[in-house]
């Protein structure tokens, strides 16, 4: 879990913009959402599959 120290007299906004970006960077929505019901693991490997057909095009 991403943690951002509120550094002397900064705003609470830009305290909360730099530990939205800081959970962006880490992908902690994105795996949230992954998560989010359960994934048979059929469906992981053909996903998987999916990607790397993706990325070698």
Known sequence: MPAVKVKENEPFD???RRFKRSCEKAGVLSEV?????YE???WVRKRKAAAAVKRHL
Do not use: S
């Open 14 to 16: 830009v305290a909360l």
């Open 33 to 37: 959402r992954r998560r989010e019901h």
């Open 40 to 42: 048979k693991p059929t």
